[in-house]
């Protein structure tokens, strides 16, 4: 016998038709004009998770969409709302089936927009299974995610976007030793049988402009939504890679030289410009595995039904308006 707190409860939830209609409301208005504050907070939310805290748990529920609805991940298989200090632990027996499985997910799912309490402004912000008309992005991640991703991926010509990327990209490179090396791997991109990733590479440079094969490696970086991030680490700069959705970062032997770095050697005594550095040899970076498991750059959103990767679309995007096939 339920109790009467436990009906009043029950009726303060509302149906699904009422959540998703109220989340559309929210995010078709402030889709594009979500707040900046309202970004950052999302975003330290997210960092709070890691992969020694919150590994290989299903893409519907992944660290993405947990940040959005107000999780931290403060400790193993833990997640919990600062707002109103709910928690919910997230396990999965490693003997489970399938349709277990599918099964718990959605129950963690649903508790990702009902565990919070009542007075939580987290509290049943449904959890959406529709998206904007001819929005590759669910609405309520792109209310919260990077506004350049968001552009990129819902722009119907990317090229301006993704030109000024490999800008980025070359311009830091050149800070260093001015390459990076790409390790591309037809399976990974699921190419066609026909297509070479070295065929694809070619195609993508010349369709933004980029015709030289040292430069290739930007676009394909560019087109994967890897972006450079300079760090200082013993008085050199070192080039960074990271991904603004996934916070994925992959560090690559390009190291600048630091002119005002005067402390190690005695050349400098006398006249001689101090030795730049020795420089670490170059390994190669795949583009693809490099973000994180569940990231929509290589997944998509399954938890919206699509599991085409941002990075296809993109692509798709490019090409058709060069007239060139569509990436399968």
Request: hydrophobic letters at 35%.
């Given at each position: 016998m339920t109790t009467e707190n436990e009906n009043a409860q029950?009726?303060?939830?509302?149906?699904?038709?009422?959540?998703?209609?109220?989340?559309?409301?929210?995010?078709?208005?402030?889709?594009?004009?979500?707040?900046?504050?309202?970004?950052?907070?999302?975003?330290?939310?997210?960092v709070t998770f890691q992969p020694a805290t919150y590994f290989a748990k299903p893409a519907s529920i992944s660290p993405l969409v947990c940040a959005r609805f107000g999780w931290t991940n403060p400790s193993q298989d833990l997640i919990v709302c600062q707002k109103c200090q709910a928690c919910v632990a997230i396990t999965y027996h490693p003997?489970?089936?399938?349709?277990?499985?599918?099964?718990?997910?959605?129950?963690?799912?649903?508790?990702?927009?009902?565990?919070?309490?009542?007075?939580?402004?987290?509290?049943?912000?449904?959890?959406?299974?529709t998206v904007l008309a001819n929005a590759p992005i669910p609405s309520y991640l792109a209310s919260?995610?990077?506004q350049d991703f968001v552009t990129l991926v819902e722009q119907s010509n990317p090229k301006p976007l993704l030109q000024k990327r490999v800008?980025?990209?070359?311009?830091?490179?050149?800070?260093?030793?001015?390459?990076?090396?790409?390790?591309?791997?037809a399976k990974d991109m699921e190419l066609q049988e026909d297509e070479t990733t070295e065929m694809f590479a070619s195609q993508l440079s010349n369709t933004l402009g980029y015709s030289k094969e040292t430069e290739q490696w930007a676009c394909i970086l560019a087109l994967v939504c890897w972006e450079p991030k300079?760090?200082?680490?013993?008085?050199?700069?070192?080039?960074?890679l990271q991904c603004p959705v996934c916070l994925s970062q992959r560090g690559l032997p390009i190291q600048g030289y630091d002119k005002n770095d005067n402390s190690s050697s005695d050349d400098?005594?006398?006249?001689?410009?101090?030795?730049?550095?020795?420089?670490?040899?170059?390994?190669?970076?795949?583009?693809?595995t490099g973000h994180r498991l569940y990231c929509p750059v290589i997944c998509g959103f399954p938890c919206s039904g699509s599991e085409v990767p941002a990075w296809k679309t993109i692509a798709n995007h490019l090409f058709a308006n060069t007239g060139t096939s569509d990436v399968d």
């Amino acid at each position: 016998m339920t109790t009467e707190n436990e009906n009043a409860q029950q009726d303060c939830l509302p149906q699904e038709e009422t959540l998703l209609t109220l989340l559309d409301s929210v995010t078709k208005e402030n889709r594009d004009g979500s707040s900046q504050a309202a970004r950052r907070a999302y975003h330290e939310r997210l960092v709070t998770f890691q992969p020694a805290t919150y590994f290989a748990k299903p893409a519907s529920i992944s660290p993405l969409v947990c940040a959005r609805f107000g999780w931290t991940n403060p400790s193993q298989d833990l997640i919990v709302c600062q707002k109103c200090q709910a928690c919910v632990a997230i396990t999965y027996h490693p003997l489970l089936k399938a349709a277990d499985e599918e099964r718990i997910t959605a129950i963690y799912k649903e508790k990702l927009c009902t565990a919070h309490k009542v007075t939580c402004p987290f509290y049943a912000s449904a959890f959406p299974t529709t998206v904007l008309a001819n929005a590759p992005i669910p609405s309520y991640l792109a209310s919260v995610f990077p506004q350049d991703f968001v552009t990129l991926v819902e722009q119907s010509n990317p090229k301006p976007l993704l030109q000024k990327r490999v800008h980025s990209l070359l311009d830091a490179a050149r800070k260093g030793d001015g390459s990076v090396e790409v390790s591309l791997d037809a399976k990974d991109m699921e190419l066609q049988e026909d297509e070479t990733t070295e065929m694809f590479a070619s195609q993508l440079s010349n369709t933004l402009g980029y015709s030289k094969e040292t430069e290739q490696w930007a676009c394909i970086l560019a087109l994967v939504c890897w972006e450079p991030k300079q760090t200082r680490q013993s008085n050199k700069t070192v080039l960074m890679l990271q991904c603004p959705v996934c916070l994925s970062q992959r560090g690559l032997p390009i190291q600048g030289y630091d002119k005002n770095d005067n402390s190690s050697s005695d050349d400098s005594s006398v006249g001689l410009p101090p030795p730049k550095r020795p420089k670490t040899a170059k390994q190669p970076m795949n583009p693809i595995t490099g973000h994180r498991l569940y990231c929509p750059v290589i997944c998509g959103f399954p938890c919206s039904g699509s599991e085409v990767p941002a990075w296809k679309t993109i692509a798709n995007h490019l090409f058709a308006n060069t007239g060139t096939s569509d990436v399968d």
